[in-house]
């Protein structure tokens, strides 16, 4: 299957701070979607871009679809406690979609 | 609207038993995907279908996974024999079939540890 690097693989950050993580890949994606897991719990999707180059926000978090095709970012400012949890990014092709290895994100309050 | 409904939550069962995952998908939802998630990893794809015929199954252990979705709704996921290695959450998703803006929508889970 496809390969999606994401990085950091984990980060341990102040209440308040702003946070970065991204996804790269080899392949050419038509979709790229951001989603969040609490313990216990499935994924739940955060953002969805459709379009290179495409910057789209959601409350405090804000992702970008790359001009490439083959990366994304995801942003969260001024970060909060409940913002703990494990982000992954999926790339679509067709209608098949692919996981990122996931950011564990920690918030110190 | 509802969102994709998985049972059961959580299974325990020793190896070389067998046991079966349930999943509803979100309604009008053609196409339903089983995934795979092992402790620290991301979703891996076991299985999708697009109504009730099977897309890709190329992931999914066959000698002992088998996943059917006869009426093209809901869709069981079976495990014979388990194996200790096939402890993970079980995911199911699903999502429309649009070729310009799809997403795919998550189910909350099942747990299954294999002692």
């Known amino acids: 299957g496809q390969q999606l690097n994401q990085s950091p693989q984990s980060m341990f950050i102040q209440e308040g701070e702003d946070v970065s993580m991204n996804c790269t890949s080899s392949?050419?994606?038509?979709?790229w979607l951001w989603y969040k897991q609490e313990p216990g719990e499935g994924p739940v999707l955060l953002i969805a871009?459709?379009?290179?180059?495409e910057l789209t926000s959601n409350g405090r978090l804000t992702a970008q679809f790359g001009i490439t095709r083959k990366d994304s970012f995801l942003n969260i400012s001024a970060s909060i406690p409940s913002d703990v949890g494990i982000y992954f990014c999926?790339?679509?092709?067709?209608?098949?979609?692919?996981f990122g290895t996931g950011t564990s994100l920690t918030v110190i309050p | 609207e509802a969102g994709v409904a998985q049972s059961p939550r959580y299974k325990i069962i020793e190896k070389r038993q067998s046991v079966a995952f349930w999943c509803n998908p979100i309604?009008?939802?053609?196409?339903l995907y089983w995934y795979q998630q092992i402790l620290g990893q991301g979703p891996k794809l076991l299985i999708q279908?697009?109504?009730?015929?099977?897309?890709?199954d190329s992931q999914l252990p066959k000698d002992r996974f088998s996943a059917e979705r006869l009426k093209g709704v809901d869709s069981t996921l079976k495990i014979q024999p388990a194996k200790l290695e096939d402890s993970a959450v079980y995911l199911c998703?699903?999502?429309?079939?649009?070729?310009?803006?799809?997403?795919?929508?998550f189910g909350q889970g099942t747990r299954l540890t294999v002692v």
């Open positions: 279908f697009q109504n009730n015929g099977v897309v890709d």
């Open positions: 871009l459709y379009k290179a180059g």
């Open positions: 998703a699903s999502s429309l079939f649009d070729t310009l803006n799809t997403e795919a929508f």
């Open positions: 392949s050419i994606f038509n979709t």
């Open positions: 309604s009008g939802h053609a196409t």
């Open positions: 999926a790339g679509r092709t067709g209608n098949q979609f692919y």
